[in-house]
């Protein structure tokens, strides 16, 4: 369970919370949020960080959700405190992110573990017979071939 309060109860390697907030709805409103709680976010009332999120004319204090790759994953505005509704969505979501970015890469039959049973299922991958799945591609280059077989057996090779 992650407790908005506390970063240290999620990997924030994983999702980031972020509170942004311009003008009258700078810290002061996203503090009342949480009801005056030390909040985890960053606070950035800059000009170009609100562009980048939440886009020109945004509404002025929104809640904005990174996962691991820094790719916004959720966006809202709230107009006070959050309710309890609210607060389950938000550690719903980041449980989610949390999970998804877990995932170890080359484990492709989902053990937890990389051996020569992974190898076999990248394998058919790269040869067709087997659904793709990307949690396979090794070298992030949005396919799955003999490459990526290459790198996830010498990963297990260097263990
Ligand atoms: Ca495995
Ligand atoms: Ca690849």
New binding site residues.
Partial sequence: MCDLNNNNTWDTDKVSLIGVGIGSGGSGALDAMLNGASVPWVLDPSENVWDEFLGPNAPRRQIVLLDQNLEKRFQQQYSGALNNTQINELVNIIEQLIDEASILLGDMNADSILNVLDVIILVNMALGTAEIDLNG???N?G???I??VVILANIILSD
Avoid: A, K, S, T
């Fill in positions: 591609d090794m070298n280059d396919g799955i071939n490459l990526d």
